[in-house]
């Protein structure tokens, strides 16, 4: 019997049901079978969006495997909340060696699988944007360059929040975090700064960057499928909201990271060997306002016209630059 | 085989015997050489079933080793002077977390003012990381510890750093026995790690550990080094056994029984300090430390028990204390009454002469010596520096002026 073509807002949630799907089209984390490698009892906050696209991402990642996975953490909140000693919520083996170095380890790993013969066993690194934009970033370039055998996942919650919320080299600008207090004339983070890694990783020309986000499942579970087909280094950023560093509500973290990506504010876009392959378009357009208004951290920003419209300006140019609105 | 070659490529072959699975080479002076020939060795076929990883900094050179060990490959790398520090991170976690991981440090000064040339600051700056530390003497013995190295490190699960004077071994070129395949690897079986990164049986290695364990896991640290003053000498016999050269151990002494000074040493000074013990009458003993850490405080007391006085001469100092070995000694000696003066020489690869260490025994037999001496300081273009400071906000940075006043730099005057 032929299946109705779906599309994944038939729902008006873009979570469209397993059961609408064909087997093959069906989410990882939808099945029963789902390997919980990140499990239950682990210390996040409520509404983490990390803990959500860890969950994902290393589910799908054992699914594509055949659940012969190692992964490799950097220091932050998804160690921490993980493995309190003596318990862990890993089902799978993992390392944490230190903030700065999760892509080297992730290298050596790979090095290691390769020498036993194991190169069936795969490697992942992860960390959240502090540990891979910033103290990482080293590292993390060196792994490109050799186009090491691992796939990073930044889980990008936009600042140092395991520290207290502090900024980092992916906080936008405009926001406020306990080093860019909302004082002064230009209150929050400068906007002329901070830099773009999934474009940076893309001038490395590794075979696979992505860039994701917690609202579309079968669009994030999808690229880490397909990361996991491919050898050599790749590089996924996901983005995940933070509830405690963002000052949003818990169960407001899935609808950010939607209005993120419909206001043009975090593009979701592949790339291959250097080149964009694919955008996903933005469905139904929001102003920044919808994005920006449940969030403390840019309260202020919505009372200056001027940082508004340099939010404004930004989503403006992603839309651009990304061809992010259908033709 | 004997070969007349560099202590480096000797060190390489020594290292490429072992059978290493992962190598990671990043380059720093003195131990370049070591990686370079490594990685001629694994691009040509030599050394079979081996990644050599060049990294992007020494840091990334042990966090990838830390990931290949954890993993359960044999795991080698190098370093140097501020690439030992630039790793210092990754120097405390291997340990930490227990990776058997052998590094070679090619000693060198550590800046500013930047240097190239020997001493042993960079190894003393890691003295309480919780790696084993093993000093060679000369390159035979760099061959040969590397080779225990090893075996050390995966009976105790614990790193080894085999540290190396840089030049004065490093880039020496000697007569070398370099070790058999089949000797090494009866000595040296193939890497069994004790808790390993496996689908099969997953586990999750570097866990957060509060207030009410860290102490017990600390303390483990110490009482497994404390282990290893046992384990180190058994390696040595296994190694004579079958090598038939002693080339480890914790010390080495040389007529330490009748002796009323004794001086302690550490790497390759002790070839020196021992022709210009010969070259004069009285009766001076000498003792090398070779495990540095763990520290055998008893077997260091019981050799120098007889002594009159203990002289210790360093290549490096803990600035505002002094002598950092002669701290570790003095420690070994508590309670014997018995005097230990400090000598901080060859700073920077200021070259020990034996003319300076005949004046240095003369003075110590009398009891003639400072608490701290510095060898062949030049206090004239000390005093003339520190005068210029006591007298001025701004003098300028202190190097540039010392060696300007030495005659080395003819610079315009200063401000």
């Not at chain 2, 003095?330 to 309670?335: D, E, H, L, N």
């Amino acid at each position: 019997m032929a299946h109705q073509q779906v599309k994944f807002y038939q729902t008006g949630t873009l979570t469209v049901g397993n059961r609408l799907l064909d087997a093959e089209n069906r989410t990882v984390q939808g099945t029963m079978d789902r390997s919980n490698s990140l499990d239950s009892g682990h210390r996040a906050c409520q509404g983490c969006g990390e803990a959500l696209g860890a969950r994902y991402a290393i589910d799908t990642a054992m699914r594509a495997t055949d659940n012969k996975l190692i992964a490799c953490n950097a220091t932050g909140c998804l160690e921490v909340f993980t493995t309190p000693y003596p318990e862990t919520s890993w089902t799978i083996p993992w390392i944490h060696s230190l903030f700065g170095n999760a892509a080297a380890i992730g290298t050596g790993v790979a090095a290691a699988m390769k020498v036993k013969g194991r190169e069936d066993v795969r490697v992942i690194a992860q960390g959240g944007d502090g540990g891979t934009t910033d103290i990482g970033f080293g590292c993390l370039s060196g792994m490109f360059e050799r186009n090491d055998d691992v796939l990073y996942i930044c889980y990008d919650n936009q600042g140092y929040m395991n520290t207290g919320v502090q900024r980092s080299s992916a906080t936008p600008g405009g926001a406020r975090t306990a080093t860019t207090m909302p004082v002064g004339p230009e209150p929050g983070a400068d906007f002329d700064k901070g830099k773009n890694v999934p474009l940076i990783a893309m001038a490395h020309e590794i075979p696979y960057v992505a860039t994701a986000s917690i609202d579309r499942l079968h669009d994030l579970e999808a690229k880490v499928k397909k990361a996991m087909s491919i050898r050599g280094a790749r590089y996924i950023q996901i983005f995940v909201p933070c509830p405690l560093g963002w000052g949003s509500a818990p169960a407001q973290t899935v609808n950010l990271a939607r209005l993120a990506v419909e206001s043009g504010i975090y593009p979701l876009f592949e790339g291959e060997n250097g080149e964009i392959t694919s955008t996903t378009k933005i469905r139904r357009k929001v102003p920044v306002e919808d994005y920006l208004k449940p969030q403390r951290r840019f309260a202020h920003v919505l009372k200056n016209p001027a940082q508004l419209s340099a939010v404004q300006e930004i989503a403006d140019r992603n839309i651009r630059k990304f061809g992010l609105l259908e033709e | 085989m004997l070969k007349q070659i560099e202590g480096s490529h000797g060190v390489a072959e020594a290292v490429a015997l072992c059978r290493p699975e992962v190598i990671c080479a990043y380059p720093i002076t003195p131990q370049t050489h070591i990686v370079e020939d490594l990685g001629a060795l694994v691009k040509s076929g030599k050394i079979e079933n081996c990644e050599y990883i060049n990294v992007e900094s020494e840091f990334a050179a042990l966090s990838v080793g830390i990931g290949s060990s954890a993993a359960g490959a044999r795991t080698y790398t190098a370093t140097a002077s501020q690439g030992m520090l630039f790793m210092a991170e990754a120097v405390y976690n291997a340990s930490g977390l227990g990776l058997p991981i052998v590094m070679t440090v090619g000693n060198r000064s550590i800046g500013a003012p930047i240097n190239i040339w020997n001493d042993q600051s960079d190894s003393m700056s890691m003295r309480d990381a919780g790696w084993i530390q093993l000093f060679v003497e000369d390159n035979q013995q760099a061959v040969d510890m590397h080779i225990q190295a090893f075996k050390i490190a995966e009976a105790l699960s614990l790193p080894v750093m085999v540290c190396m004077d840089g030049f004065i071994l490093t880039h020496a070129i000697e007569g070398i026995d370099v070790p058999d395949q089949k000797q090494v690897d009866k000595f040296l079986p193939p890497f069994v790690p004790r808790q390993v990164l496996d689908p099969e049986d997953p586990v999750s290695i570097g866990a957060m550990v509060g207030p009410e364990a860290f102490t017990e896991v600390r303390y483990i640290a110490h009482k497994k080094q404390k282990e290893a003053l046992d384990l180190i000498p058994q390696i040595n016999e296994d190694f004579k056994q079958i090598f038939g050269r002693d080339s480890g151990g914790l010390i080495s002494t040389t007529n330490t029984e009748d002796a009323d000074t004794v001086v302690v040493t550490l790497g390759s000074v002790i070839g020196t300090i021992e022709e210009a013990i010969d070259e004069q009458d009285e009766k001076i003993g000498a003792l090398t430390i070779r495990s540095f850490r763990p520290f055998p405080l008893e077997q260091i007391r019981s050799a120098l028990k007889d002594a009159k006085r203990v002289v210790v001469f360093e290549k490096c100092f803990a600035v505002g204390i002094g002598g950092i070995v002669a701290n570790n000694v003095r420690m070994a000696m508590s309670g014997t009454n018995i005097p230990v003066y400090e000598v901080i020489a060859g700073l920077g690869g200021r070259p020990i002469t034996r003319k300076s260490l005949h004046k240095l025994f003369k003075d110590a037999v009398k009891d003639n010596l400072e608490d701290v001496t510095f060898m062949d300081l030049n206090k004239d273009v000390v005093d003339r520096e520190l005068e210029r400071e006591h007298k001025l906000i701004q003098a300028g940075s202190v190097a540039e002026n010392i060696l300007r006043d030495g005659g080395v730099v003819n610079a315009a005057k200063t401000t």
